[in-house]
């Protein structure tokens, strides 16, 4: 395929692709493949098929399922034959052709795994010869599941599936990922990087880049005084470790004191349909059918415009959360932030200075937490203003893919430095 004469060409492998979204991963790597295009390189997604995607002519469709199944695929909509399991977490054969052909056809400078979770490990057999390096960008586990130990994912229950599970973990999944070729590895927090470090991964080709935010974006909105109902805001995908049933049960408790306000709490985001279910049977129950709003996904313009109208910002997560973009996103905005201390958020954030950081799972720590700030304007007022300068300051995503492409040319002079050295001998 034919390209402008000095262009870098980056091929990415991504497992979803917007408008296909389930979480943070995919947005992060339309936000990153936009910006690496504004600046002139010439950047080709390779992903799965979808409906959506249909006619973007840097966009390849060849892993082997469908993205309009995404949440019978990644959301647990229906229960995966041990043949699907299979090809999405150990090896797919169609996808393995696929890539390899395309890559042949591209000839890229550099190729990019964004996350290959429900892929399987075989795009990334199918760049292990390429004549390039080749880079995994890890937000989460996914390249654990995929090269390690697909039972992480799988969770065998029976004693047959458990020994189903470890034969193919030690008589095809490792042998197979001894294959895979990695010359670099970006991750987006330091507790993420302990599990590849701790898991074999070599040191000296991984770096921790924070994340960044997109600034012109979550822009502070005026200051305010408390809402009449205060509004809560939650923003994630609706699955038990983002924890909005822990925000829900914050909400309970905090309109059970009779010496606070109202409260009302804005939930934006989607998520499988009988995780929802459960979060209004969780409502109803409750009582606060009046108090909760569901917005689902809202473009970012609506979104910024809620932060903006909201008093204070909830992160409950409760699972090994990576690196928490949303509640930085909200220090952009000007709000305060209440969020858990789970896996490498706290690694964003100074206690008492720019959030309140408090233990995951623990519905009465965030309802003391955001009752604090209702009580305290001073505080609430010292959050927003130190929220607001690190964000400008420290969280910008221009200087994160600067410091992206920095990594990317020293891993590709590393790697010419190595092939030049083996070609000599």
Same mark, same amino acid.
């Given at each position: 395929?034919?390209? !402008?004469?000095?262009?870098? +060409?980056?091929?990415?492998?991504?497992?979803?692709?917007?408008?296909? /979204?389930?979480?943070?991963?995919?947005?992060?790597?339309?936000?990153?493949?936009? *910006?690496?295009?504004?600046?002139?390189?010439?950047?080709?997604? @390779?992903?799965?098929?979808? +409906?959506?995607?249909?006619? /973007?002519?840097? #966009?390849?469709?060849?892993? %082997?399922?469908?993205?309009? !199944?995404?949440? $019978?695929?990644?959301?647990?909509?229906?229960?995966?034959?041990?043949? $699907?399991?299979?090809?999405?977490?150990?090896?797919?054969?169609?996808?393995?052709? %696929?890539? =390899? +052909?395309?890559?042949?056809?591209?000839?890229?400078?550099?190729?990019?795994?964004?996350? &290959?979770?429900? *892929?399987?490990?075989?795009?990334?057999?199918?760049?292990?010869?390429?004549?390039?390096?080749?880079?995994?960008?890890?937000?989460?586990?996914?390249? &654990?599941?995929?090269?390690?130990?697909?039972?992480?994912?799988?969770?065998?229950?029976?004693?047959?599936?458990?020994?189903?599970?470890? *034969?193919?973990?030690?008589? /095809?999944?490792?042998?197979?990922?001894?294959?895979?070729? @990695?010359?670099?590895?970006?991750?987006?927090?330091?507790?993420i990087r302990g599990f590849y470090l701790r898991a074999g991964f070599p040191p000296e080709i991984m770096e921790t880049m924070y994340l960044g935010i997109h600034n012109e974006i979550f822009r502070p909105g005026p200051p305010h005084p408390l809402n009449d109902p205060v509004r809560l805001v939650f923003?994630?995908?609706?699955?038990?470790?983002?924890?909005?049933?822990? $925000?829900?049960?914050?909400?309970? /408790?905090?309109?059970?004191?009779?010496?606070?306000?109202?409260?009302?709490?804005?939930?934006?985001?989607?998520?499988?349909?009988?995780?929802?279910?459960?979060?209004?049977?969780?409502? =109803?129950?409750?009582?606060?059918?009046?108090?909760?709003?569901?917005?689902?996904?809202?473009?970012?313009?609506?979104?910024?415009?809620?932060?903006?109208?909201?008093?204070?910002?909830?992160?409950?997560? #409760?699972?090994? !959360?990576?690196?928490?973009?949303?509640?930085?996103?909200?220090?952009?905005?000007?709000?305060?932030?209440?969020?858990?201390?789970?896996?490498?958020?706290?690694?964003?954030?100074?206690?008492?200075?720019? $959030? &309140? @950081?408090?233990?995951? %799972?623990?519905?009465?720590?965030?309802?003391?937490?955001?009752? =604090?700030?209702?009580?305290?304007?001073?505080?609430?007022?010292?959050?927003?203003?130190?929220?607001?300068?690190?964000?400008?300051?420290?969280?910008?995503?221009?200087?994160?893919?600067?410091?992206?492409?920095?990594?990317?040319?020293?891993? #590709?002079? +590393?790697?010419?430095?190595?092939?030049?050295?083996?070609?000599?001998?």
């Open positions: 395929m034919e390209r !402008e004469e000095g262009t870098m +060409r980056i091929v990415r492998l991504v497992n979803l692709y917007p408008p296909y /979204i389930v979480g943070g991963n995919e947005m992060l790597t339309r936000d990153i493949v936009e *910006a690496l295009r504004q600046r002139g390189y010439d950047v080709h997604v @390779l992903t799965a098929r979808g +409906r959506e995607l249909e006619g /973007i002519p840097f #966009i390849h469709q060849v892993f %082997n399922y469908s993205l309009d !199944e995404k949440e $019978a695929i990644f959301q647990g909509g229906k229960r995966l034959s041990l043949p $699907a399991l299979f090809r999405h977490h150990v090896f797919d054969r169609v996808s393995y052709r %696929n890539v =390899r +052909r395309v890559v042949q056809e591209l000839q890229p400078d550099l190729i990019v795994a964004d996350n &290959l979770y429900m *892929a399987s490990a075989a795009p990334l057999l199918a760049v292990r010869d390429a004549p390039c390096p080749v880079i995994a960008q890890v937000a989460d586990k996914w390249l &654990l599941f995929n090269l390690v130990d697909w039972g992480l994912v799988v969770k065998p229950q029976t004693a047959v599936q458990k020994w189903l599970v470890d *034969a193919v973990r030690v008589l /095809i999944q490792r042998p197979l990922a001894r294959r895979v070729r @990695l010359d670099g590895i970006v991750t987006v927090s330091e507790f923003v994630g995908s609706l699955w038990e470790g983002k924890g909005p049933q822990v $925000a829900i049960r914050a909400l309970q /408790i905090l309109s059970q004191k009779p010496d606070l306000p109202r409260f009302h709490l804005d939930i934006f985001g989607d998520g499988a349909l009988v995780f929802k279910r459960m979060l209004r049977r969780l409502i =109803r129950e409750m009582g606060l059918e009046d108090q909760v709003t569901f917005h689902g996904f809202v473009p970012w313009e609506q979104l910024v415009q809620a932060m903006h109208q909201s008093d204070v910002f909830v992160f409950a997560s #409760i699972w090994d !959360e990576p690196f928490a973009i949303t509640p930085l996103q909200a220090l952009g905005c000007g709000l305060p932030v209440v969020a858990t201390r789970a896996g490498g958020t706290p690694e964003g954030f100074t206690d008492g200075e720019t $959030a &309140l @950081l408090i233990p995951p %799972n623990d519905p009465q720590a965030m309802a003391d937490a955001i009752a =604090r700030l209702v009580r305290d304007e001073e505080l609430r007022l010292r959050l927003r203003e130190n929220g607001i300068r690190e964000a400008q300051e420290r969280w910008s995503f221009d200087a994160y893919v600067d410091r992206l492409l920095d990594f990317y040319q020293r891993v #590709i002079e +590393r790697w010419r430095r190595q092939r030049k050295g083996t070609e000599a001998t």
